[in-house]
């Protein structure tokens, strides 16, 4: 059981790991078999990360819902809860601006799911177009916005998320996890391919983490204590470790877990570098494919749909139950 502060009136963080069974009923689930995909609803679990422990949904979850911001045009814009992370912030990822349904309160699809389409990179001949910040020949650098990370910047600035100050103030700094540690080395007849870090976990191990190994690679606000404190907004993507403890395997269909929106999308996992020569070399990225596949794609790729993830500040106080009807709304 979660117990409250008689003299504190509960966060939102608070109220939605009660409304799953409190922390200790979490913890004692241990951890899901990451190998098979989830396509029931398995609640939360728990996990740690860089802050402390997570709680995170998987499977066919439907009452991560939450309303929070409006888009260019005014329209509320709606989210799902990803996880609650180790300092109580919310982690959300976009699902357009459309109000959940009863036939959608688990799995909703179409475009508007997402904020458009797009290359995750221009250019895919060099190990450092993976990265979501990037510097020419060197494999950790911060000189040039990726593509990806342009894109969701230029959309970030029109919503309320920037522009309005009680929202903003309401959108906390996290960790965005672009690991690019090395987990093995294939020789191949013309050249060798570099797998990266989250490619040894999901695909060989199945054992996903909400860890960043690298420092260089927990990308945080330039205002944040945390992290590399390179970016000018607190947006970024999704990484492939969480889609698998939400549910994801890799090479897998799953039309039934929350992440699934019947449509390609990037990750901010990379996948590989294959070294054949210069008119040969190739990135991957992370994604997840239209059948709900943990799957990968070239980065130059203009068809893999763009869903930003924010985080609600650990103050923030919600009300609702993030069903679908009566998703979670921040209450100001």
Known sequence: YLYFDYYKEPVGYEIIIANNGGKGAIEAKGTPDFSKVATENEGMYAADDDLGTSYYFRGAVDNNWVKFGKDSGGKDMYWRIIRISGDGSIRMIYSGTTAPTSETAIV????GTEIGVGAYNSSFKDPTYVGYMYAEELQHGYDSSSTIKSTIEDWYTTTTLETDVITKSLVADQIFCNDQSISSTKTITDGTIDYFGAQGRLVDNKKPLL???????KFTSKNSTIGNKKL???VGLITADEVAMAGGVYNIKNSSYYLYINHTYWLGSPYSFANYDKDNDSNNMFSV????KVGSRYVNDTTYGIRPVISLSPE???YGDGTWNNV???VN
Do not use: F, H, I, Q
């Not at 909703?108 to 475009?111: E, L, Q």
């Open 108 to 111: 909703m699809t179409g475009d």
């Open 211 to 217: 860890t960043c190994s690298r420092e260089s690679n």
């Open 232 to 234: 000018d907004y607190p």
């Open 289 to 292: 494919s239209a059948l709900g």
């Open 316 to 318: 923030a106080k919600l």
């Open 328 to 330: 979670y709304e921040v």
